[in-house]
């Protein structure tokens, strides 16, 4: 069975993901990761985030990996060093990159084939998982989204440049020449600007339940 969470950055979509794969025993499948560890190779290797040309072979090259959750990259767990500010300020470009997209979504269905998966991230319902039996759409405002990423205390940045951040990354994503941010028909709509990440988890909990208690509906 396959749960495919999309929406925009900073909306939980990972908290939640976690949280329901948890709880039903689901493979959690967290998409921005592989972008980001592309983008890590990309720094380290001194790559342009807007150089097309190199980003692909470079994304090609790597070895990826999920163990118990984390992402290898080569070989070694580069799980923290993913979301750090330097990886932030550069994935979006990296994963604006139509070929590297594609590879992307070749790792991932290869690492996902035959499992049950909670598999989050903008494109996830429109492009790598539109058969999903459960595809939703998380949604909040830039100020909610920047408001809960501030209190993770992750980041370094004040309120004003955290909101600005995911303003210009929304951005980016909407305008993506393939795997942009959109709402397919058939993906249910959740505005979660005024829950807490604890009332969504819930919300989406209740919806797995429903679908494992009659999978028809
Ligand atoms: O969800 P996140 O913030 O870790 O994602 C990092 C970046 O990758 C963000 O700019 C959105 C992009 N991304 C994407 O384009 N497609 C996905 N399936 C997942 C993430």
Do not use: W
Not at 2 to 19: L, M, N, Q, W
Not at 144 to 153: D, I, L, P, S
């Amino acid at each position: 069975m396959i749960v495919a969470i999309d929406g925009p950055a900073g909306v939980g979509k990972s908290t939640v993901a976690r949280f329901v794969a948890d709880k039903f025993g689901f493979f959690n499948l967290n998409s921005g990761n592989f972008y980001r560890a592309v983008a890590l190779k990309a720094l380290e290797r001194d790559v342009s985030p807007d150089d097309e040309e190199n980003l692909a072979p470079l994304a090609e090259s790597l070895d990826l990996d999920m163990v118990n959750g984390r992402l290898f990259m080569d070989g070694k767990d580069v799980e923290e060093e993913l979301h750090t500010d330097r990886v932030d300020r550069v994935v979006s470009p990296v994963s604006a990159c139509v070929p590297v997209r594609h590879i992307v979504n070749g790792y991932i269905r290869r690492i996902t084939a035959g499992m049950n998966v909670v598999a989050e991230g903008r494109d996830m319902t429109s492009v790598v998982f539109p058969h999903g039996e459960i595809k939703l759409f998380l949604d909040a405002s830039p100020a909610a989204r920047a408001r809960r990423r501030y209190r993770q205390g992750v980041s370094e940045l004040s309120l004003e440049e955290i909101t600005r951040g995911i303003e210009e990354r929304d951005r980016i994503d909407r305008n993506k020449k393939e795997g942009s941010l959109k709402i397919t028909e058939d993906t249910e709509y959740l505005d979660t600007s005024d829950l807490t990440l604890e009332e969504v988890c819930e919300k989406v909990s209740g919806k797995i339940k429903e679908h494992i208690v009659d999978p028809g509906e």
